[in-house]
Structure formats: C-alpha cells, structure tokens
C-alpha cells in the first residue's frame, strides 16, 4: 500500500513488473492528485525555480530564496498572491493573469488583471494591488520580483476575460465576481487594464435592507419609483431594449433628491460612494457610464456639469448609449464605449432650465431621454407624506443613515434571482413590460409619450419582479401604482402634450420675425424720404386691408426663417393657423415685388404672427 497525502493507492507486484514501472505509477498517482495535497509544508502553491532562486508562496507572505555556497538568501516579496489561471478573450487576445489574496481583514479579493499592465516599470499594478490590500516591500528588487512572479508563474488553467461588467451569456459579470454559470462551465472574469476601484459592496443582511429601507418608502410613490429604477437596467439588454433612460428629480434643497439617490444606490453599494456627480467631462461621464453597463447610475446635482454647453448631447450619450469614436496611439481606429443603464439624476434646476441659461433651446429627444420629475411645490419633498418618523426631515436623514448601513446585499440577490433561471425570469418580465406600457399609454397615441412609458414601464416591471423574488418586501402592484402615479404627474405637466410640435414651428417662426422685423424686411413702398438700408434682406412688407403683411422669399423662407426645420411642415402649420396669405389650394401667395418684372410665389406672412400664444 502506498499512502500520498490522504490518498491510499494499493500496488500489485509481479515478478515481470520492474522497479520503474512502479516508479512510473507512483509519479502519475502523485500528478492526478488535487494541486495542494501534495505541497510542500506550509506551502499555499507549488515552488517556482526563477533565475538563480526560488519563489515560496507561503501563509505568511511570498518569498524569493537563493542558495549560494555560504549562505540562504530569504527575501520578503508581499503578502500572499495566488496565481489562479491565465486569462484570455474569445479571439484569444487580451492575455492576462487571474489572482486571488486576502487582504488584512481576512477579505478575499480576486481580480484579473490584464498583461498590458506587466510591461512598463509595474507601477500601475502595483497601485492595483495596493489599493487593495497586498503588502508590497519596498525595496526596487522586491517589487521587480513581484512582478516577474505574477507574470511568469507557470499555470495551465484557463478564465474567459470580459473588458465592461454586465451580461456575458447567462453571466453577470462584476468587477469583483461573477454570478450564474456558463454554459460550457467556463470561468468568465472582468479584466483590469489599470487598477479597478469596485463600486459594488455589500454590508448588513438583505432582512436589514428590506426592515431599514425598502419596506418604511413603500407608501411613497417617487421613492418606489426610484428603488424600482436600481433593479432596471438588468433588464434592458435581455429584453431587447434600443435605449436607456433617465429619472430627474428637480426641487430646492432640503427636498429629498439626494434621499432617492442614497435608497437606490443602497441597491448595489454603500450610497456614498457608488452615487457620482455630474461634475464631470462627457469623456469622463463615458467611461462612468461604460463601467456601470447592464445596471444603475446615479449622477448627483446637475447643475454642477463642468460644461453646461455640452449637457444636451450628455444626456443623448447616455441613454443612447454610446462614446465617442477614437484613435489609439498606433492611429488605428478605438471601438467606441457602448453601455445600457438605467440613470437616476438630482439637481436644483431642469435640464430645460440649465441649457437656455447657456443659451441652448433643449430638443424634444433630450427632455424624454432624462424624464423630469419636479417636486418643488410638493409638501412633503420627495415623500407622498409623513409617516414612519416626526417629520420629511427626519425621515430624509434616517433612510440616508440606513442606506449606508444596509447596502449591496438586494442587488446580490437580484443577480442570484436573474440567473438562477435567466429564461423562464426574462419571459416573465416581458409579460410584465407588456401589460404595464399598455396600460400607461392607453389614451396616448404621440411617440414620445409612448417612449416614456416604455421607459416607467420597464420600471415597474423591474420593482415588481424583483418583490415576487422576496427582494423589496413590498405588496404585489406597489411598484407599478407608485410608477403610474408618477407617469401621470409628469404627463400632466409636461410641455409637449397635444399638438406640439406645430406650436415648436410657429413658436420658431414669432422668434424670427421679433428678431428681424425691422432689419430684414423691406417696405415694398418706400417712403422716398427715408430710404431704408436693408442688410441680408429676407423678404418686404406692405400694409393691405389694415394689416401688415410679410412677403418672404421663398429660399429665404427655407433657409432662414426655418433654419434647421423642415420648410414644408413649418408652412403647414401656418396654414392650420390661419396665419398665411395664400392663394387657393397653395401655400404661397403670387405677388409682384420692386424691380421684378414677373410675378413671383412667396410666403406672406400675416401680422398676427407676433400676437400668438
């Protein structure tokens, strides 16, 4: 009998077997062994000949050991590291190495981090490290040692690297871990290119979460709405949707906004430091927005967007989901960022409001991408009323003390939920997105009325799966009432409901001619003692039946008066209106004008373009 380890292994002999075949048997029992039950003593991974020593990975730190005629050289190279596998992407590029330590607290952290990071003097890598818990010495050998282990220790497993976190398959893939299985049983992990500061931590139990937050809100529709919306973008890619999209609550201070923020932060990680800011760049927004791919963002106070100028295509990018293209330093084309989220956003002020104070005029798409909630006149904030403490106040500070007690642990068990049975899940969300976007667009038939109730719709659903799951705590149809309640507010109160995009045009139209009226126009009867000196003429005006009339040139009309806007849909509006001269089935009008010798069609414009409302 020969015992390795833990293992017996019986052995017959014969007389025509040799003392090698024996030998040979014992080397293929001792190799089919698990990797540390045959190490040697105090031993956390086999030794490694490198140069003229050895690295020991022992419990108490990573060594490097050189034998020479006198003496052992011992040198101390870091805390323990791991070197699980090597990593490579499906066109088997992007090589890297999966690591695996625990920090001083005993926390187990496991990264891959990419080759790229091997190949300069390691300082970024070892601020990745670092950051993280490895105790690195501090001598130049030492940390060049460091790095030639890690990249050289020889292993011959195998991980699957992602470069953005968020859905791979019927994985969801974190910069820390991985949740579900993949189909082929093949490790996928997200690889660094720089060091990776993870946003996704979990403290407390999910029981604390539910008692501390999401149960005290349930009778608050906007701070449903904005729990409900943590759990979304989950959901957009396995559903199919083109577009993310984001909440705005808008008020004064002491309103709640950064409340909401917190309760859905509280999701995925401690509030304070998962929630940003809009005090960014939109390059830097971009890579903010990449690494929160598949999931929740939260943009703190966007009146403090380093560029007020640049927030209308900000907020395009972010819902549409794509950067910028790029070059890299070879001068070869840089796949531009491409992402899913579901944004939640505060600030003092609209967007309308911050872009015509840089003198912008916001478009139709940038108003329904960040959906604009306004709570300034509400009594009690951001809460429906006062209920689970003396006062909003109260009740504002106790959910933001909460949030950074309890965090991470639904967001955990909302991946765990998606994944244990990803098909049968998304089916059922889909039933959902369909009865709840029906049911808030009955009466609407516009577009962007309807995109926005996709958008609240997908809301809902995502609140409402994630109570069946036993996550919020909450009664069956809290998500979905709290989210209708909001829709119709905002319905109510937004702008471009009815006929709105003709009173864009014709709104555009007054605009022009109270700008111009008196420098781009010609009287088509000049008074011969105060000759006029018209610049960039557009058109003349005459006085007919009392009324002063705006004869505009055609390509004038086209170009200038409806610059940037379709020309035909812009007079059909006037038309509606009644606020065209024009002749039977036209909409233009056949006048003679000063030094024309035939007649010619123009646009005439009547005079009480400047009194509509």
Request: aromatic share 10%.
């Amino acid at each position: 009998y020969l015992k390795i380890g833990v293992s017996e292994f019986q052995i017959e002999l014969s007389q025509h077997e040799s003392v090698s075949e024996v030998l040979a048997f014992i080397d293929e029992a001792i190799e089919a062994l698990p990797e540390k039950t045959h190490l040697p003593k105090g031993h956390l991974a086999k030794p490694f000949k490198y140069g003229d020593g050895v690295f020991h990975l022992l419990e108490n730190g990573l060594y490097y050991i050189e034998q020479t005629k006198e003496d052992e050289l011992r040198r101390y190279i870091s805390s323990p590291i791991n070197v699980l596998a090597q990593t490579r992407d499906t066109t088997n590029n992007a090589w890297g190495r999966l690591l695996e330590w625990y920090d001083a607290d005993g926390i187990k952290h496991t990264q891959a981090l990419s080759m790229e990071l091997f190949q300069s003097d390691g300082v970024e890598l070892r601020k990745a490290l670092a950051y993280q818990g490895v105790i690195i010495a501090p001598d130049g050998r030492a940390r060049n040692l460091l790095q030639s282990y890690l990249m050289s220790y020889p292993t011959d497993a195998r991980a699957l690297c992602v470069d953005r976190v968020g859905w791979h398959d019927n994985i969801f893939v974190l910069p820390n871990k991985q949740i579900g299985q993949h189909e082929n049983n093949e490790l996928i992990v997200y690889q660094a290119t720089q060091g990776v500061d993870s946003n996704y931590q979990s403290n407390g139990t999910l029981e604390q979460w539910q008692n501390n937050i999401s149960i005290p809100i349930a009778t608050h529709s906007k701070l449903v709405v904005a729990l409900s919306s943590a759990f979304a973008g989950q959901l957009l890619a396995p559903l199919e949707q083109q577009n993310g999209a984001g909440v705005h609550f808008k008020g004064q201070s002491s309103k709640g906004k950064t409340t909401a923020l917190y309760v859905g932060c509280s999701v995925w990680g401690k509030p304070s430091k998962y929630h940003k800011t809009w005090k960014s760049t939109g390059n830097a927004l971009e890579h903010t927005a990449y690494m929160h791919n598949d999931g929740f963002l939260a943009l703190d106070e966007i009146g403090e967007v380093t560029n007020p100028k640049e927030l209308g295509n900000i907020v395009y990018m972010l819902a549409n989901g794509k950067g910028k293209g790029r070059m890299t330093k070879q001068i070869t084309a840089k796949p531009s960022y491409e992402w899913k989220v579901i944004f939640l956003s505060t600030g003092e002020k609209s967007l309308k409001e911050i872009m015509q104070e840089s003198g912008q005029k916001t478009k139709l798409g940038q108003e329904i991408r960040l959906i604009d909630i306004d709570i300034s006149n509400c009594e009690h904030g951001l809460f429906d009323q006062v209920d689970f403490a003396e006062s909003a106040a109260k009740q504002s500070r106790l959910l933001v003390e909460r949030s950074n007690q309890s965090y991470g642990v639904a967001g955990m068990a909302w991946l765990e939920y998606l994944t244990s049975d990803k098909e049968s899940t998304i089916n059922q969300a889909k039933k959902l997105l369909e009865q709840y976007n029906l049911e808030l667009v009955a009466g609407h038939s516009q577009g962007h009325i309807v995109r926005v109730a996709n958008a609240f719709a997908l809301i809902a659903a995502a609140g409402e799966l994630a109570t069946q799951a036993g996550i919020t705590g909450w009664q069956t149809g809290t998500a979905f009432n709290a989210v209708k309640t909001v829709f119709n507010d905002w319905v109510n109160s937004f702008e471009y409901v009815g006929d709105y995009e003709n009173r864009e045009y014709i709104l555009h139209v007054k605009a022009f001619f109270e700008a111009n009226e008196s420098s781009r126009f010609e009287s088509i009867t000049p008074d011969p003692d105060h000759i006029e000196k018209i610049i960039n003429r557009v058109g003349y005006w005459k006085i007919e039946n009392g009324e002063k009339l705006f004869l505009v040139l055609p390509e004038q009309f086209k170009n200038e008066v409806c610059k940037s806007l379709d020309s035909r849909k812009v007079a059909k509006a006037l038309l509606i209106q009644e606020l065209l001269e024009h002749d039977t089935g036209k909409n233009t009008k056949t006048v003679r004008l000063p030094s024309r010798s035939k007649a010619i069609r123009v646009y005439a414009v009547k005079d009480a373009i400047f009194s509509w409302e």
